[in-house]
């Protein structure tokens, strides 16, 4: 009887040994088969010839930022580079995840446009670390400048300054004082800051020219038709009255100085919805960026200057993209041309902007 039950009991622990090992040999296999697959995936992509580029945009708030996307896609194809592309939909913690996904796959360059000066180092040290060079586009960042290639962009501040120089030639011959409005565009962006101070820095030059309220626009059609809607609101509440003449705090808006064109269209779409043509009573209009339907508007007579910020960006960067490639150093700062347009100019001879 003893037998038969030390048999039994040898049988059954056998049995329970080998499950245990066939478990063992399945579990090492999937893992394997896991990390075989995982390996595949990255090596598939580092084996092709072509360059590989990891690219996060900020998002597609504007004419002019999804013609910046354009140029950059077609520059690519130009080149022979693949781009892994991500839309970072105006937040910061997708562009840190993008950033950290182009590491894991081992992309030859990353470029980004980051949507707000800070909070960079981190993921900066982290694709040093792994040996991949990384390229500004657009935007600058406040962080150690070992931790990037260079920049390629426009000049934020000339871009102020240009439009400041035209106010004041503008205004050459005014008397008293000009009161500016200023609708600025994303908070703690390089570009806002650079724009601003460039402004600043030369109308500072003359007493006359006073900034009596600067309002967040973040770089927003809609924002900018907020904002229009706010100024007509008060302007109502305050004078009693819908004239062509719009005030600020009872202060007369002399001068709308916009960042871009998103928001100076958005907020002329509040002045025409009311029907107030502020132009026409000497309001100065002045804008940033250059779409077509802002130069449109222009033409029109709604507005007085345009300050070109170009978004054809896409040959400049592969140019770069191939030389960083080769080992070779970059330009810490690569400027785009831009120019300025105004209501002076013979737009016949202007080719249609594209975006």
């Not at 080998?18 to 995936?41: D, E, F, Y």
């Not at 992309?107 to 040290?125: K, M, R, S, T, Y």
């Not at 792994?130 to 931790?147: C, E, F, K, M, Y």
């Not at 200023?182 to 402004?199: C, K, P, Q, W, Y």
């Given at each position: 009887m003893k037998r038969i039950i030390r048999k039994n009991l040898i049988i059954s622990l056998s049995i329970l040994f080998i499950t245990i090992a066939i478990a063992v040999i399945i579990s090492v296999t999937l893992i394997h088969s896991k990390t075989l697959n995982n390996s595949l995936t990255k090596k598939n992509i580092k084996n092709s010839d072509k360059l590989i580029l990891g690219f996060s945009q900020i998002g597609s708030e504007s004419s002019w930022r999804t013609r910046n996307t354009q140029s950059i896609f077609e520059a690519a194809a130009d080149n022979d580079i693949q781009i892994l592309f991500d839309d970072a939909q105006q937040k910061q913690e997708n562009q840190l995840k993008a950033i950290r996904s182009f590491i894991v796959y081992q992309v030859d360059v990353i470029a980004f446009v980051p949507i707000v000066?800070?909070?960079?180092?981190?993921?900066?040290?982290?694709?040093?670390?792994?040996?991949?060079?990384?390229?500004?586009?657009?935007?600058?960042?406040?962080?150690?400048?070992?931790?990037?290639?260079?920049?390629?962009?426009?000049?934020?501040?000339?871009?102020?300054?240009?439009?400041?120089?035209?106010?004041?030639?503008?205004?050459?011959?005014?008397?008293?004082?000009?009161?500016?409005?200023?609708?600025?565009?994303?908070?703690?962006?390089?570009?806002?800051?650079?724009?601003?101070?460039?402004?600043?820095?030369?109308?500072?030059?003359?007493?006359?020219?006073?900034?009596?309220?600067?309002?967040?626009?973040?770089?927003?059609?809609?924002?900018?038709?907020?904002?229009?809607?706010?100024?007509?609101?008060?302007?109502?509440?305050?004078?009693?009255?819908?004239?062509?003449?719009?005030?600020?705090?009872?202060?007369?808006?002399?001068?709308?100085?916009?960042?871009?064109?998103?928001?100076?269209?958005?907020?002329?779409?509040?002045?025409?919805?009311?029907?107030?043509?502020?132009?026409?009573?000497?309001?100065?209009?002045?804008?940033?960026?250059?779409?077509?339907?802002?130069?449109?508007?222009?033409?029109?007579?709604?507005?007085?200057?345009?300050?070109?910020?170009?978004?054809?960006?896409?040959?400049?960067?592969?140019?770069?993209?191939?030389q960083i490639a080769r080992g070779e150093p970059i330009p810490r700062i690569t400027y785009n041309y831009e120019t300025v347009f105004t209501e002076d100019d013979n737009f016949s001879k202007y080719d249609p902007r594209g975006y």
């Amino acid at each position: 009887m003893k037998r038969i039950i030390r048999k039994n009991l040898i049988i059954s622990l056998s049995i329970l040994f080998i499950t245990i090992a066939i478990a063992v040999i399945i579990s090492v296999t999937l893992i394997h088969s896991k990390t075989l697959n995982n390996s595949l995936t990255k090596k598939n992509i580092k084996n092709s010839d072509k360059l590989i580029l990891g690219f996060s945009q900020i998002g597609s708030e504007s004419s002019w930022r999804t013609r910046n996307t354009q140029s950059i896609f077609e520059a690519a194809a130009d080149n022979d580079i693949q781009i892994l592309f991500d839309d970072a939909q105006q937040k910061q913690e997708n562009q840190l995840k993008a950033i950290r996904s182009f590491i894991v796959y081992q992309v030859d360059v990353i470029a980004f446009v980051p949507i707000v000066e800070d909070g960079w180092d981190n993921v900066l040290q982290e694709a040093k670390d792994a040996g991949i060079p990384v390229i500004l586009v657009d935007r600058q960042i406040n962080a150690d400048p070992s931790l990037y290639a260079g920049f390629l962009g426009e000049n934020g501040v000339e871009e102020g300054r240009r439009a400041a120089r035209y106010l004041v030639n503008k205004c050459k011959n005014r008397s008293g004082d000009i009161n500016i409005f200023e609708i600025s565009g994303t908070e703690n962006s390089s570009i806002v800051e650079d724009r601003a101070r460039g402004f600043r820095e030369i109308i500072s030059t003359n007493s006359k020219f006073k900034i009596i309220h600067s309002e967040n626009g973040d770089f927003l059609r809609s924002r900018g038709k907020e904002i229009g809607d706010m100024l007509l609101a008060s302007n109502v509440l305050e004078n009693g009255n819908t004239t062509n003449t719009i005030y600020y705090n009872k202060q007369k808006i002399d001068v709308i100085f916009s960042h871009n064109d998103s928001m100076t269209l958005g907020f002329l779409d509040s002045m025409e919805a009311h029907k107030i043509n502020p132009k026409g009573k000497g309001t100065i209009i002045i804008s940033i960026d250059g779409e077509q339907e802002c130069i449109d508007a222009m033409i029109a007579g709604k507005i007085n200057c345009v300050v070109e910020c170009n978004p054809n960006h896409g040959q400049m960067l592969m140019a770069l993209v191939k030389q960083i490639a080769r080992g070779e150093p970059i330009p810490r700062i690569t400027y785009n041309y831009e120019t300025v347009f105004t209501e002076d100019d013979n737009f016949s001879k202007y080719d249609p902007r594209g975006y």
